[in-house]
C-alpha cells in the first residue's frame, strides 16, 4: 500500500486542539502537542489552512460528590415511576435509576447511581411493591 501525504484538514486540527484542551495529565498534553506539530509539519507553504492559536490548557472542576448532588437535589413529582419491558417498576433521573422488582417472597429495591457506577440492594424484604418504592425514594432522596 502507497502512502499519500495528505494535507490536514482544518476539522483534524481543531479536533486535536480539543485534545490537548481536555488532557488531563502531561503525557497526554504532549502527545498531543506533537500530533499538532506533526500536522502543521504537513501544512504546503501557500495552504489555505491557517494554523489555530497555541492550545490553553483548561480547568474543568471535578463532579459534586454524590452526597452534594442529593443535598442539591428536588424530588421529583410523585408517580414518575415507569414500568420496564420486564415488568419491574423503575424511577430514573440524572442521577441514578432505582428499580422495584420481586425476590424472596417480597419485594426489593436496587439503586445504580450513574456518578459512582455503582448499584445498592436493599436488604429488607418488603410486602408489598408500594412499601419497596417509598423505602428506595427514601434511599435515593432522604
Same mark, same amino acid.
Given at each position: 500500500?502507497?502512502k499519500v501525504? *495528505?494535507e490536514?484538514?482544518?476539522?483534524k486540527?481543531?479536533?486535536?486542539?480539543?485534545?490537548f484542551?481536555?488532557?488531563?495529565?502531561?503525557?497526554?498534553?504532549r502527545?498531543?502537542?506533537?500530533?499538532?506539530?506533526?500536522?502543521?509539519?504537513?501544512?504546503?507553504?501557500?495552504?489555505p489552512?491557517?494554523?489555530?492559536?497555541?492550545?490553553q490548557? *483548561?480547568?474543568?472542576?471535578?463532579p459534586?460528590?454524590?452526597?452534594? *448532588?442529593?443535598q442539591?437535589?428536588?424530588?421529583?413529582k410523585?408517580?414518575?415511576?415507569?414500568?420496564?419491558?420486564?415488568g419491574?417498576?423503575?424511577?430514573?433521573?440524572?442521577w441514578?435509576?432505582?428499580?422495584?422488582?420481586?425476590?424472596?417472597?417480597?419485594?426489593?429495591?436496587?439503586?445504580?447511581?450513574?456518578?459512582?457506577d *455503582?448499584?445498592?440492594?436493599?436488604?429488607?424484604?418488603?410486602y408489598s411493591?408500594?412499601?419497596?418504592?417509598?423505602?428506595?425514594?427514601?434511599?435515593?432522596?432522604?
Amino acid at each position: 500500500m502507497i502512502k499519500v501525504a *495528505q494535507e490536514p484538514s482544518i476539522d483534524k486540527l481543531r479536533k486535536v486542539a480539543a485534545l490537548f484542551d481536555r488532557a488531563t495529565s502531561e503525557g497526554e498534553k504532549r502527545a498531543a502537542a506533537e500530533a499538532l506539530s506533526r500536522l502543521l509539519k504537513n501544512l504546503p507553504e501557500e495552504s489555505p489552512v491557517k494554523s489555530p492559536p497555541p492550545p490553553q490548557s *483548561q480547568y474543568y472542576p471535578p463532579p459534586p460528590s454524590p452526597k452534594k *448532588q442529593k443535598q442539591n437535589y428536588r424530588p421529583p413529582k410523585p408517580g414518575l415511576w415507569r414500568q420496564s419491558k420486564k415488568g419491574n417498576l423503575y424511577l430514573r433521573d440524572e442521577w441514578g435509576i432505582a428499580t422495584v422488582f420481586p425476590s424472596d417472597g417480597g419485594w426489593k429495591w436496587v439503586i445504580r447511581d450513574f456518578g459512582t457506577d *455503582q448499584s445498592t440492594f436493599s436488604r429488607d424484604v418488603f410486602y408489598s411493591e408500594s412499601e419497596a418504592q417509598s423505602a428506595a425514594e427514601d434511599e435515593m432522596y432522604g
